[in-house]
């Protein structure tokens, strides 16, 4: 079965392939990439699309408590949603990472709705500017 209607596109990170041509990403990894964009992005951020994004930046500094984590995981939810049509979302989970004091692990499991292949993506959400990502 062929994948190719799940798209290809620049990698995100944009960056050069080993024959110095712009670096694709296709398929299911074009998907990956699209959600981790869409999470790193802050609403307000892109001048020309000033609704694109997640509002989770929002909680840098805040309390790493349960309270924090629901919020993190509500503005996930509510971005890929919006954001990322090629999916459906089975679950968000955020909780504090207990290695980490400064950070929130959120636990996505999605699936892709052209192909229903189940992904699973941790995304970890530092509350601390500048550690980490």
Known sequence: ??????????????????TGRIALSSFEDSIRESVL????????ERVM???FGSDIHALVF?????TTAGLA???VEKALTRWEPRIELLSVVAAPDQAEGNRLLVQIEYRVISTNTVF????PFYLTEGIGQ
């Open 120 to 123: 699973n993506l941790v995304y």
């Open 1 to 18: 079965m062929s994948q190719e209607f799940l798209g290809v596109g620049w990698r995100s990170p944009v960056g050069v392939d080993e």
């Open 73 to 75: 995981a509500f503005h």
């Open 37 to 44: 964009l869409i999470l790193r992005t802050a609403r307000g």
């Open 62 to 66: 805040a309390k790493n408590d349960m």
């Open 49 to 51: 699309r000033p609704d």
